[in-house]
Structures are given as structure tokens and as C-alpha cells.
């Protein structure tokens, strides 16, 4: 409990940092914030901008300007977004479940995948392993959304096997979630496959065949755990950068979420909806980090005496 | 009938490879234990795993006469081998540490031994896995059974993975080098525990390099060397009158207390150490800090061979690292030659640091893989030209007995003696005062040992150096020191002239580790007025054959 609690306040600093240069990176970008917020193209007149400046706070020194915004994040206050004058809160709050469902789902997919591949392979040789790795090493070299154009042209267009452009369907999640954990899977199967083969020669294995056990329950009694410690801190890892990748998939199938709010935000200048998304995405990678840690001493009891 | 029939058994790896293993022919008798003796790479690991058709893929394995409790085991399938394995036949490996999956609890390792081979109630396994813990000599089994390998001692590892090869009640236990990773007081007590399995009538096939641990509990002994076995016989027998000279080679390497080389005058006082204290702080919370080294005072006189004895934990090691100025100690300090050391400022110090040299226990971790013998020797010697400094180097390795051709090798292209060598001479090289040994030989074979000690004992007489001996094996601290401290728990509870200490200990624990020696029961060969013949204790041996 009291190692959680030093978690999260370690946590809370991060996402404070990532406030923190957020808020500096998006105020020393050139660019007219005053434009943004009225919309590119309308003229303004200097009264009417003085106007805008003053109300949204905006020629207020930086400090206080930094002071505000971090009071305003305290209070859970994300503001609006000047391009759909919406607040940001409920803006996300409608597309987070969409980008949720891709990521998840194509972690989720990359395990199964790389846990077939890497048992199937594991500690041999011959024509699978050579052909497995050879796939490993293409998908993992090729960049995600070439693989979602590719999956686009091949099985929508061509086969018509799955719809194109997000329809709220199931068979619309299949390619882009393949597109992303395709990569993902790559990675974890060249990781796992490792870890199987070096537990494999470690002696208690010795043992436990020694005691009768058949390669099936070794496998799941004893192997896979081990390999399971490294997974688990690449998946985390890997989550996180799940969420980047999401922004070009979400974009190349036309499905809603976080990613493609993201890049209309940038585009527009909208800086209130791209300092919460980057909040958003800190807090992320702090609640995964931390549930890695929390695992990991669940699966090696070695870790709990340094971790109570 | 016998539990285990071989006849000429050969084991190879790769077609067209010379078989690792030739020619074995064993049988094991209910309530007999026989002994497979030989050094690393002599191929009885391998042969141990092939009796249990754990060869490893691509060996091929192949015998006249295979039979397992009177069954032709030559053309059982993977099923049939399941089978057999864990039922029939246990298996104990050397490191509990590394032995048991150390992700799961002593009590889930044991109960797979149980449960694999008959169907028990859940009630029943718990029940089972307490009394097998019971019968293994295992205090507190309730408590132990939830416990993962890290948190027991050594000794309690070793207990319980002989309880989880005995799971299955098999009538053949082979124990492959079991106490070899086990300090001496807890090898005996191990010992006897094998040997209470052998008189409950199973049999018992025993893997070891260790002819001391062989006499106790052996009833015969195969020799092998290389593959071939070159003697075989009742223990008494081959011990008494070995017939190969290889047996021969054996018998006369393991150390036997007596004094290697004449004795030294000793030179002036030249390195002291005064009351020194080392705590480390505690792991967790709650938890008493560590006393590694408590109130420690030691004088070391130039040309001196100074043995430390004691077992893992006893703080030996801290007291090296103290020596040689790698960690300071909380109060008291070392003096070298009358001047301080520990109290100096690194700066200070380190144009100083040659005088005190360190050589490992395993040298194969002490050296950088990548570098060749002449740079590892190369970059303990003073900033002169390239071709001085392996002029210097060759002559250095012709004093530790190995030739320039060694030169341009890399540590993977050398034998454990050889790699233990180069180390002697890498520490010479800067023509230091004092030599820290921390456990130098334990991790050679007992031929090695003997040439790596030989060495030594030499070098000590041509270049005056001084011993700081450290190890866990009295045997070998007989062999070559003159004086010797025995610590535990990080105080020294006795020290004095080496033989005396052993030959009347003064302090009780002394008195238990005198105790727990395997002695070596040679009766007309062996001089048996000398002190009684130790173990050897080989951690983390490795080779090139490994």
C-alpha cells in the first residue's frame, strides 16, 4: 500500500512535468493564438483583438498565465476548445472509448500472436522458425501504417472482406487493430521466444523434466512465467507507445478517437485540447507503469522483499 | 534385481563427433550406491542424463543394455520415458538456487513430483509434500512449504529439492555433484541424509568430482576421464590401491592438510588492520543492519601466507574488499607498511593500489571476454612501449608456468587452470606486496587445484609476496598457510599457527567445521598421522569442455 502511494505521488510530479513543458513548448510555438481562436481567415480589427487577448487572459505575463493554467488543471478544469468552443473534458470524454478499444484490443491481439509464434518456434530449428523469423523481422522493420494501407488494399478493396472506414462494427476493428499489433507482435515474439529458450537451459527445467513433466505443463507451470517478466515491462512500455500509433491508424481508416482529434487540434492550434491530450497520455503511461510494477512482484517473488 | 542395468553406453552430440561418453557399464542395486568419479567435461553429467533420456537434442545416446528396473529402456518413446522419470528414477542437481524454478514455492515444486504420477486429493498432496519435507530433515514444514528457494539457507534448499526428487517415490535417486555447492558443515549433514535414502533401501547412483564425499558414501566407484572409464571397483579398494594412473593422478591432488613448500621466515610487519567494523545497511525496513565485519584486527608480515576460513556469510569477503582499499570500513582501519590506507583519500591511494593485488574466485568473470591474455596482463603494467610491455607479459606468464603463445588468446580459449593462471600472473605484474586470494581455487578441478596451489606456494618463495588466503575449504588453507583466522558471523573465533588451530580448535565452532570433513579413508597409501582430508567444494566450475 504505502509503496502505491509513493507510486502515485511519483506519478503526480511526472504529470506535472508533462504540464509543465507542455504548457511552455505550446506558448513558444510561433503562431497567432488570436487567430486559432476566431478562426483562420476572419479579419480582426486591434480593438477586437485586444478584446480577445484580454478575456481569455492571454497577454497576462507568462508566469501568471502558467499559474492560471495549473490552477485550472488542479480543479480538473481541462478549458475549451477554441476550435469547437466545446469543453475539452467532454470533447475527450466522447473519444476516448473508440482509441481505447484499438489499443487494448491490439495489445491484447500482439500477445496472442507472439505467444503462438514464440512456442511454436521456441528451441527449434528447420523451415517454420527460419519462415516465422523472417515475418517477425519484416513487420516489426515496416512502419504500422504502410501495414494498414497495405491490409486496406489487399482485404477491403480487393476482397472486400472488411469495411474500409469505421462503421461501428466489429469486422471494422479487425484490420486497423491488426495494423498496429501486427508490429507489436513482432517485437514480443522475438522476446519471449529469448527468454523460452534461455529458462529452457537453466537447470531447474533440467529438474522438472527429471521429475516426469511433459513439455506442455512445463511450459505452463514453469517457462512461460518466466518469460512473462519481460513481457510485462515491454507491454507496458509498448502501451504507451500504442497510443501514438493510433493517431496515424485512426487517421488511415477514418475511425474516431483520440488520434485523429489530435491531429485537427495541432493543425488548428487548438491549445487547450492538445495540452490535455498530452496530460492524458502522461497519465497513461503513469497508471500502466505503476501496474507493471504491481505485477511483477506477483509473478517473481524475489521482487516482494524489495517492494512490500 | 537390479534398479539400473548399462552396458557400454556411449553418448555423442553431432554425426561424425567423437562420442562425449564411451563404453559405460554400470548397475545399481537397491540399497547400493555407486559412484561416477571425474573432473568437468569427463562426460558423467551426461551420462547421468541419458539414463533418464534427457541427453538433449541432437545426442545421440545409444547402449547394448539399457534396463530400468528390468525393463529395456534402448527404444522407450518420449511417453514411456515420462514415465520412468520422477517414478523411478529421481534426480538431484548441484545448486538448489539455480535447481528449483525460483518463481514457485518449495511446497508447489514438491507436489508436482507427487501429483504428476498418481492422482491425490488436494488434502492428500498437502499431506504428502509435509511428509516428504519430514522425512528430508526439514524443520517447520507447514511454514517452509509456502516458502520460494531464496528464502531458505542453503542447506534447507538442498533438503527440499531432495524431497521433491524423492516425490515420486522412485527406487533409483541420482544425485548429481548434491553438496557441491554447500559449505562444509552442511555437505555432512546432506551426506548423511543421502545416506539415510541408501539404508532405507533405494538406490543410489552418486555424481561427483569429489573423492572425499565419494568414500563416505560409496560402495563403488567409476573412474571417468574424458569419456572412458579407466577404473572401476569397490570404493575401499580403488582407493587403497588405485590400479590407473589417472585414479592415482586423483587421489594424490586431493589436499591433505599437508604443508605445501618449506617454511618462510617472516619479514617485518608490513600490513595491519585494527578493529575494523563494516555493517551493511538493513535490506528492508525493520530488519537489523548486517554486521559484516565486527571488531576484526589482523597483522600480516611481508612474505607471510595468512589463511581466512569461514563460510558464505561469514564476512570473509568484506574483509578482502576492506584490504585492498575497495570499501571503507565504518570504524578501525588498515595500515600498509605504517602508513594508513583505508583513511586515504582515493586520490592518495591509488598511485599505491599495486601494492595490494586481488585474484578471484572465478577468473573467467574477472576478465574482460574480448581481450586478448596480452591485454588483460598488458593493463596491469606500467605505461611503457607496447613491445615492453609484451616482453613483460610473456615473462610473466613463463613464471606462472604457461608460454607466449598464450599470448594472444582470449580467456574462452583457455582451461579453468590456465584462465586461474593468467589471473596469478595479471596480479604479479605490478609487483605487489600483498596478494588478496578470495576463494582462488575453488572453482578448479582437483588436479587444477593442486598445480594452481603448487603455484602459488612457488611464487611466494621466489618473490616474497604476502598471502591473504581466503577460503572456505581448511584443507587447502592447511596446505598453504602459516597462519590462519577462522571468522564467522563476522568476528574472528580463532586464530593461531594453522596447525595448531586445527589440531586442538580452540573455539567450538572451529571444532564443528574440523568435524564435518569427509575424511578419506586410505589406510595404507596415506599418511593417516596427518590431519584428516577435507572436502573439496567446487562453486561455478567452468571450462572449456562445459
Same mark, same amino acid.
Given at each position: ?308 | ?52 533420456? /534427457? ?67 488436494? !488434502? ?49 535417486? +541420482? ?117 559484516? /565485519? *565486527? ?106 608456468? /604457461? ?66 588466503? +581466503? ?55 596415506? *599418511? /593417516? ?11 561455478? !566450475? ?5
Amino acid at each position: 500500500m504505502r509503496f502505491v502511494l509513493q507510486r502515485l505521488a511519483a506519478g503526480a510530479v511526472v504529470v506535472w512535468g508533462a504540464a509543465t513543458l507542455t504548457f511552455f513548448a505550446v506558448h513558444l510555438v510561433p503562431g497567432d493564438t488570436v487567430a486559432a481562436l476566431i478562426g483562420p481567415g476572419t479579419p480582426v480589427t486591434p480593438a477586437l483583438r485586444h478584446q480577445i487577448l484580454a478575456e481569455s487572459g492571454l497577454d497576462d505575463p507568462l508566469a501568471v498565465q502558467y499559474a492560471h493554467s495549473m490552477g485550472a488543471l488542479l480543479r480538473g478544469d481541462l478549458g475549451r476548445s477554441y476550435q469547437l468552443n466545446q469543453p475539452v473534458g467532454q470533447l475527450l470524454a466522447g473519444q476516448v472509448a473508440p482509441t481505447l478499444q484499438l489499443a487494448v484490443g491490439s495489445l491484447v491481439c500482439a500477445l496472442l500472436l507472439a505467444l503462438l509464434a514464440a512456442i511454436a518456434t521456441a528451441g527449434r530449428g528447420g523451415a517454420t522458425r527460419t519462415i516465422v523469423s523472417a515475418v517477425e523481422l519484416f513487420i516489426v522493420s515496416v512502419p504500422s501504417f504502410w501495414l494498414g494501407i497495405v491490409l486496406l488494399t489487399v482485404f477491403s478493396f480487393r476482397f472486400r472482406l472488411f469495411p474500409a472506414a469505421a462503421d461501428g462494427s466489429l469486422s471494422a476493428l479487425v484490420l486497423p487493430t491488426l495494423a498496429l499489433a501486427l508490429p507489436l507482435a513482432g517485437v514480443l515474439a522475438q522476446v519471449i521466444r529469448q527468454e523460452l529458450e534461455q529458462t529452457d537451459a537453466r537447470p531447474f527445467v533440467l529438474t522438472a523434466r527429471a521429475r516426469g513433466l511433459g513439455e506442455t505443463r512445463l511450459l505452463l507451470r514453469h517457462t512461460l512465467r518466466h518469460a512473462l517478466l519481460p513481457v510485462t515491462t515491454l507491454s507496458g512500455f509498448l502501451l504507451g507507445g500504442l497510443f501514438g500509433g493510433t493517431v496515424l491508424i485512426e487517421n488511415i481508416f477514418a475511425r474516431p478517437g483520440l488520434g485523429r482529434i489530435l491531429v485537427r487540434a495541432v493543425e488548428a492550434r487548438d491549445i487547450p485540447v492538445v495540452t490535455a491530450l498530452v496530460l492524458l497520455s502522461a497519465v497513461a503511461f503513469v497508471v500502466i507503469n505503476i501496474v507493471v510494477d504491481l505485477l511483477h512482484p506477483v509473478i517473481d517473488a524475489r521482487l516482494r522483499e524489495v517492494t512490500p | 534385481m537390479n534398479l539400473l542395468d548399462v552396458e557400454n553406453l556411449s553418448v555423442s552430440f553431432g554425426r561424425g563427433h567423437r562420442p562425449v561418453v564411451r563404453g559405460v557399464s554400470l548397475s545399481v542395486a537397491p540399497g547400493e550406491c555407486v559412484a561416477l568419479v571425474g573432473e568437468s567435461g569427463s562426460g558423467k553429467s551426461v551420462t547421468a542424463r541419458a539414463l533418464l533420456g /534427457l541427453a538433449g537434442r541432437g545426442a545421440r545416446v545409444g547402449a547394448d543394455r539399457l534396463e530400468i528396473d528390468g525393463v529395456d529402456a534402448t527404444g522407450f518413446s518420449e511417453r514411456r520415458w515420462r514415465s520412468v522419470r520422477g517414478r523411478r528414477i529421481g534426480m538431484v542437481l548441484q545448486d538448489a538456487m539455480v535447481s528449483l524454478d525460483p518463481l514457485r514455492t518449495i511446497g508447489a515444486e514438491i507436489a508436482e513430483g507427487v501429483t504428476l504420477h498418481r492422482d491425490h486429493a488436494p !488434502r492428500d498432496v498437502r499431506r504428502r509434500v509435509v511428509e516428504l519435507l519430514v522425512e528430508a530433515g526439514v524443520p517447520e514444514p507447514e511454514t517452509r512449504r509456502t516458502e520460494y528457494p531464496h528464502q531458505l539457507s542453503g542447506g534447507l534448499r538442498q533438503r527440499a529439492l531432495i524431497a521433491s526428487a524423492l516425490a515420486a517415490d522412485p527406487r533409483l535417486l +541420482i544425485a548429481d555433484e548434491p553438496t557441491t555447492a554447500l559449505d562444509a558443515v552442511v555437505q555432512a549433514q546432506i551426506l548423511r541424509l543421502l545416506e539415510r535414502v541408501k539404508n532405507e533401501g533405494r538406490g543410489l547412483l552418486l555424481i561427483s568430482h569429489d573423492l572425499a564425499v565419494v568414500a563416505q558414501l560409496a560402495d563403488r566407484v567409476l573412474v571417468l576421464n574424458d569419456g572412458d572409464v579407466v577404473e572401476s571397483g569397490p570404493t575401499a579398494q580403488l582407493l587403497e590401491a588405485p590400479a590407473h594412473p589417472y585414479t592415482r593422478t586423483l587421489l594424490d591432488s586431493v589436499p591433505t592438510g599437508r604443508r605445501r613448500g618449506g617454511a618462510r621466515v617472516p619479514g617485518d610487519t608490513l600490513l595491519t588492520a585494527e578493529r575494523l567494523v563494516k555493517t551493511y545497511g538493513p535490506s528492508r525496513r525493520g530488519a537489523t543492519p548486517r554486521r559484516a /565485519l *565486527d571488531d576484526v584486527s589482523l597483522t600480516l608480515r611481508a612474505g607471510e601466507s595468512l589463511g581466512v576460513v569461514g563460510e558464505s556469510g561469514s564476512g570473509k569477503s568484506t574483509l578482502a574488499r576492506v584490504l585492498l582499499g575497495l570499501a571503507a570500513p565504518d570504524s578501525g582501519q588498515v595500515r600498509l607498511g605504517g602508513e594508513p590506507w583505508t583513511t586515504l583519500d582515493e586520490r592518495a591511494r591509488r598511485p599505491l593500489r599495486h601494492r595490494v593485488q586481488l585474484i578471484h574466485q572465478d577468473p573467467y568473470a574477472a576478465f574482460d571476454p574480448r581481450f586478448t591474455v596480452a591485454r588483460i596482463i598488458g593493463e596491469a603494467l606500467p605505461r611503457t612501449t607496447r613491445r615492453q610491455r609484451t616482453e613483460r607479459a610473456a615473462r610473466l606468464l613463463e613464471q606462472v608456468g /604457461l608460454g607466449a603463445d598464450h599470448l594472444r588468446r582470449r580467456p574462452h580459449e583457455l582451461s579453468g587452470g590456465q584462465r586461474q593462471r593468467v589471473a596469478v600472473a595479471r596480479a604479479l605484474a605490478p609487483r605487489p606486496q600483498v596478494l588478496v586470494c578470495d576463494e582462488p581455487v575453488s572453482a578448479l578441478d582437483v588436479t587444477v587445484q593442486a598445480q594452481v596451489l603448487d603455484l602459488l606456494v612457488r611464487l611466494r618463495e621466489d618473490t616474497g609476496v604476502a598471502l591473504v588466503f +581466503i577460503t572456505h575449504d581448511l584443507a587447502v588453507v592447511q596446505e598453504i598457510s602459516d597462519r590462519v583466522l577462522v571468522m564467522r558471523d563476522g568476528t574472528i573465533v580463532d586464530e593461531g599457527p594453522t596447525r595448531e588451530v586445527f589440531r586442538s580448535p580452540r573455539h567450538e565452532y572451529t571444532r564443528s567445521l574440523v568435524d564435518a570433513i569427509p575424511a578419506l579413508a586410505r589406510a595404507s597409501t596415506r *599418511d /593417516l598421522s596427518q590431519a584428516p582430508v577435507p572436502s573439496r567444494d567446487t562453486r561455478q !566450475r567452468r571450462s572449456v569442455h562445459d
